[in-house]
């Protein structure tokens, strides 16, 4: 658990009423806290562990809160949040920006295959050509994967996936290899599930509209031969 020692202002992009926040480990993290909603921290969480396992440039991730005695000093509105419930803490990237359009043929074209297929996996639309949520360093040619807190969308329409994700032309990519690299690693990642959404504060699940066996469903779509020949 990192502890939040200043709140530094708001961030502009995004619905979840991010702020940017420094830890006693000195790091800068973007927190999301009860302020964006349990739903979206479970998503985030639960998605965010997924990605990782799956190799993908998911920035460094913790649960975050401050404590209560600093909070009553803390001016910003987000202390008192911070304070009651744990936050969603992600490792805020220095001078990245999202990835324009133009520069997609210049992120390794492997990578690309990985994150359109984590997505679609976990039932992500929230990464289009207007909206990446992929952060870029052009000097490094680094890409990092942000923002899952609509994964899990039950209601994602399919087609609209597929016409909108960002890297939706690598989808040819998902050859017989790469199903055979992929499909072990998704089998360990589904069989530690159940230790995963265990790990998840109580603050976060109770009454969440999102279980745990919902959440099963949705990743189990990939021992069937549709989930690789989507439309």
């Known amino acids: 658990m990192k502890m939040i020692v200043d ?10 009423e991010a702020v940017l926040c420094m ?3 000195d790091q800068r993290y ?5 302020n964006a909603g349990r739903l979206a921290l ?9 990605g990782r396992d799956m190799g993908l440039p998911i920035p460094p991730f913790e649960m975050a809160s401050v404590d209560s005695s600093l909070a009553r000093y803390m001016v910003h509105p987000e202390a ?3 304070a009651r419930c744990p936050a969603f803490a992600s490792q805020f990237v220095e001078q990245a920006i999202q990835l324009p359009s133009t520069a997609v043929n210049d992120v390794d074209s492997a990578l690309r295959a990985r994150v359109l297929l984590f997505d679609w996996w976990v039932m992500n639309g929230d990464r289009t050509d207007g909206n990446p949520n992929l952060l ?18 039950l209601t994602e329409d399919a087609a609209d996936f597929w016409e909108h994700h960002i ?8 050859n017989a290899d790469f199903q055979r690299e992929t499909k072990p690693i998704m089998r360990r990642i589904l069989d530690m599930l159940p230790k995963a959404w265990a790990n998840l504060p109580e603050e976060w699940t109770d009454r969440c509209i999102l279980t745990p066996e919902q959440v099963e469903t949705i990743l189990r779509r990939y021992e069937n031969q549709d989930f690789w020949s989507a439309p």
């Open 167 to 174: 890297f939706r032309h690598d989808r040819n990519l998902w």
């Open 42 to 50: 479970v998503r985030e969480w639960v998605a965010s562990s997924i």
């Open 136 to 153: 870029w360093l052009a000097h490094k040619k680094s890409l990092h994967v942000i923002d899952h807190n609509l994964a899990f969308d």
């Open 23 to 25: 830890a006693d480990d």
């Open 7 to 16: 709140i530094i202002d708001r961030m502009q992009q995004g619905q979840c």
């Open 30 to 34: 973007v927190v999301k806290s009860e």
């Open 80 to 82: 008192k949040a911070l």
